[in-house]
């Protein structure tokens, strides 16, 4: 079994003072790995055979008996071994990052057992939640871009160039709890599965040619893994800078505050379900920027996200993959 090291870069950043200094933090959280129980999946699949195939096997997901009848040869052991060793390194690499993110630091560096430790402080929106009452609202996310430019017509022969724009990309809504680092990050990778032994290599120079496929398909899986924890912790990085710069703006008078409404309804319900003393509580009013820039004050301000975080990912996550 060969070992695999790899690392994600994870960008942080925390305001030391409400609406004051500003620190940008920029560590690399490392997960080093050899053998182990998650890393048989490797064994199991580098090693396959037809006549070894157990399709009740830990490491496959059940599929349909056949593949519609298409042998090995006619889809090729290269492309089917690649595959198979692509869904096997993505998912034994997001079981290896979801074992350390639970609180499974064994096999981990001292460095890197403190920056796990340390996730939860870095990544600490709570000074930034709004409150109702007894009632968390998640605040809205308020993006920053310099040197916009607008096109005033079709034809292109016109523009508009602003020195700063700022866009409301999402509304206040309420939120049962706090929401963290851990809330944005997805593992949803599948053990690989397998449609038919025909699929299998039969012979030597067969296998030879699987086990060259599926580990260039493995090394892509787990790089597909690390790209993916990237982009969910730079959403996170998004979204928080976003709620940081709506209180900067807003304690500048650039954007207003929600409003709240509550409404009470002694008995409300159905036939079937009735409620006493119930009460219905909404945002009335969302925030909205604020034009007249006589009502704007001066303070310190955070720099724009395109500086924070690598262009790709900045636009993936405004315009999407485009896939």
């Known amino acids: ?176 709890a706090i929401p963290t680092w851990r809330d944005y990050v997805r593992f949803n990778a599948k053990k690989p599965q397998l449609y038919s032994k025909n699929l299998l290599p039969s012979n030597p120079k067969q296998k030879e040619e699987w086990q060259k496929n599926f580990k260039s398909g493995w090394h892509d899986g787990v790089e597909s893994a690390k790209l993916n924890l990237d982009l969910q912790l730079a959403r996170f990085i998004f979204d928080s800078i976003g709620i940081q710069r709506y209180h900067i703006l807003h304690s500048a008078g650039y954007i207003t505050a929600p409003e709240y409404k509550t409404s009470s309804h002694p008995v409300s319900g159905d036939d079937d379900l009735m409620y006493i003393g119930n009460k219905w509580v909404s945002i009335s009013v969302v925030p909205k920027l604020e034009h007249d820039f006589r009502k704007w004050r001066v303070i310190p301000e955070l720099p724009v996200l395109e500086d924070l975080l690598p262009v790709r990912y900045h636009q993936i996550l405004q315009y999407g993959t485009g896939l």
């Open 1 to 176: 079994m060969e070992k695999f090291s790899f690392h994600s870069t994870l960008l942080t950043k925390s305001l030391r003072s409400a609406l004051c200094s500003f620190c940008l933090l920029v560590t690399t959280a490392g997960i080093s790995t050899s053998s182990s129980a998650n890393s048989n999946i490797y064994d199991y699949f580098f090693e396959i055979e037809q006549g070894n195939f157990d399709e009740n096997s830990e490491y496959t997901t059940k599929g349909r008996s056949s593949f519609a009848g298409e042998s090995l040869m006619t889809r090729g052991i290269a492309q089917e071994a690649r595959s198979i060793g692509m869904q096997a390194g993505k998912y034994w690499a997001q079981q290896e990052f979801k074992k350390n993110l639970a609180g499974d630091l064994s096999g981990l560096s001292a460095e890197d057992k403190s920056l796990y430790e340390r996730l939860d402080t870095i990544y600490d929106i709570s000074p930034y939640m709004l409150r109702y009452k007894q009632y968390y609202v998640m605040p809205p996310v308020v993006t920053e871009s310099n040197g916009q430019k607008r096109y005033k017509d079709s034809k292109h022969q016109t523009f508009y160039i602003a020195d700063r724009a700022f866009h409301i990309r999402s509304e206040p809504r309420f939120v049962d």
